[in-house]
């Protein structure tokens, strides 16, 4: 134990600028984080969620979704081991019969005990809860950290009005930093190649590309998100792929509609604190795609895909519900996505070990996801370590 403690000393000393990310492995506190889509959480379920390592209740009441520690305060038990709330305001520990207000933590009974003088005194830990465009947010935080409002924490035009949303998440069995560096990884194009997306859309898509002087744009103002924006249209992108001089393989170029309209390819893509990418006009020209690397444990995340299109009747929202059902869901999240996948857990292994960060063989076109690192580094707000699981 005392050799791994210095080796991971040593890799942190090595890697002084983004030494704050690479320890990060459970993610950053005082983030707001989504956990489930509005619609998997009935009036009155309660239901299991694990967030950056953290065990959690939900539950929705009137309404409003609320959210607690998963552990009751008194013998440390999970109170999700056998679910009982004799009201609806409240939840009871099976074991001994404390009894916490899913509002304010409060101890408010005990049934094995009447009169016991903690009750209303103690507390269990509570989390902030915020629902938006059809997502259920939590807030992890330090007691006494400052509340941030959901728009810092979320890409720019997310929560603009007109932004209709649609997706779906997914488990992923590997760490959330994998994730994040898949998603903003300029030359993992190549990887998707053969995805029926192509196709389906017939928009242009290269094997890779050379970034040149790009490295990308820091967006890091005061009142909103903080993130990278990677400018894809600034890059030239190249479209054969040459092994030993001959061309083995080939991307697909500019098309054309039917009215002789170019088709674009995806112009660029930023990643934003505390890990969720924007991707400008993709899976199509009119759509934005938002995507979430949730940290569940150090070797899982939560993989939330939405895809946003801006509707400004019932109908045209009524239209694109349906073709993300029929279209985008099978297509782009589960025949382009589905290949982000498989690369974070094919990279799971390596980066498991920490040393792994120093045995890396990064190039050049990969200085965007190292100033990622920079970024999350500088800018996030406490990290969540083992000690804070408890």
């Not at 382009?336 to 890396?360: G, I, K, S």
Request: aromatic residues 10%; hydrophobic residues 35%.
């Amino acid at each position: 134990m005392e050799e791994a403690g210095f080796v991971a000393e040593e890799i942190l000393r090595r890697v002084p600028k983004w030494r704050n990310y690479l320890a990060a492995k459970l993610g950053f506190r005082n983030h707001w984080y989504p956990v489930r889509f509005s619609r998997d959480i009935a009036e009155g379920q309660v239901i299991e969620v694990k967030l950056c390592g953290e065990d959690l209740l939900l539950k929705r009441i009137d309404g409003k979704v609320y959210a607690m520690k998963n552990k009751c305060i008194h013998r440390g038990v999970r109170l999700s081991a056998k679910i009982e709330c004799y009201t609806k305001s409240t939840i009871t520990c099976w074991y001994h019969g404390f009894t916490y207000k899913w509002d304010t933590g409060e101890l408010c009974d005990i049934i094995a005990v009447r009169n016991s003088p903690v009750i209303g005194k103690r507390r269990i830990k509570i989390y902030p809860v915020i629902e938006a465009k059809g997502l259920v947010f939590v807030f992890l935080g330090d007691t006494g950290a400052e509340l941030p409002p959901l728009s810092k924490d979320v890409p720019p035009s997310f929560l603009d009005d007109d932004m209709h949303i649609q997706g779906d998440s997914y488990l992923v069995r590997s760490n959330w930093r994998l994730g994040c560096e898949n998603g903003f990884d300029g030359l993992h194009v190549y990887i998707h190649r053969e995805s029926p997306l192509v196709p389906n859309t017939q928009r242009s898509l290269p094997l890779g590309h050379t970034s040149g002087d790009t490295v990308g744009e820091l967006v890091v103002s005061d009142d909103g998100p903080k993130g990278v924006f990677d400018a894809f249209a600034k890059h030239k992108a190249f479209y054969e792929g040459m092994v030993e001089g001959k061309v083995v393989v080939s991307g697909t170029k500019m098309h054309t509609t039917s009215e002789g309209e170019k088709l674009k390819r995806t112009t660029g893509a930023s990643i934003w604190l505390p890990g969720v990418m924007r991707v400008d006009g993709f899976p199509y020209s009119d759509l934005t795609q938002f995507e979430w690397y949730v940290p569940l444990t150090e070797d899982t995340h939560l993989y939330i895909i939405t895809i946003g299109k801006r509707c400004a009747t019932a109908d045209e929202r009524t239209e694109f519900e349906h073709d993300f059902r029929h279209r985008w869901k099978v297509v782009s999240l589960e025949g382009f996505n589905n290949q982000d996948v498989m690369a974070r857990e094919a990279m799971q292994p390596f980066y498991a070990r920490d040393t792994a960060w120093l045995e890396e063989g990064l190039i050049e076109e990969d200085l965007i996801i190292v100033k990622w690192r920079m970024l999350c580094h500088e800018h996030n707000r406490g990290l969540q370590q083992p000690k804070h699981i408890s």
